[in-house]
């Protein structure tokens, strides 16, 4: 084990492959939310005025999903109960909102920590600024879901009652992203050591 730790050359590939799967994740949510915004996100319609229903959920352009290539589907159904044979434009842009928001957090935690691993592979790990890319990484994972939950469970239907005559009724609760949540508390708590060991080794070097 030691071999792997004190091997200056290990450090830097680790680094380069970590870095590599940050940019093919960012790459991910990228296309992810290009898709959401030109509408390819599955949703399920109800419709008043005809009676009509679509068993199936369909696409933001009314498009069955079936044979409809790529599109994303919320991890938790969205149902929409309109007397007008077309969402509103309010509800479109929520909808993809909706989906946006899942993924706003982990880009914001990625984006800190992909300088941070540079910082590491240069061989400058116990910094300051390493410490400060560790809390803004870790607040982002913490604290993004929770917005987003509350935007998604209250937020989001208010609008769309007080605003338009259509209802949004989300088929589960939404749960938190804990594993997101749990990830962004120890990120927080290694980068307070950071914090704590640069202070003590500054106590120890101001009394050389």
Known sequence: MKKWTTNDKFARKLCLILQIILVLLLIFFTVSIIMTLLGRIAVHLHITSSEQTFDNPVLLNYKSVHNSGFYLTPNTELHFTLQAPKLSLLSQIIVRLYVVFTFIPNIFAFLFLYPLLTNVSEKKVFSTQNANYLSKAGFSLLIGPIIASVCKLFVFPFLIRQFTS???????????????????????????????????????????
Request: aromatic content about 12%; hydrophobic content about 50%; proline content about 0%.
């Open 166 to 208: 259509e209802v949004l009724t989300i088929s589960s609760q939404i749960q938190l992203l804990y594993s997101d949540m749990i990830l962004g508390v120890i990120l927080l708590i290694i980068a307070y050591i950071f914090h704590y060991g640069i202070y003590l080794q500054g106590e120890v070097d101001s009394t050389l």
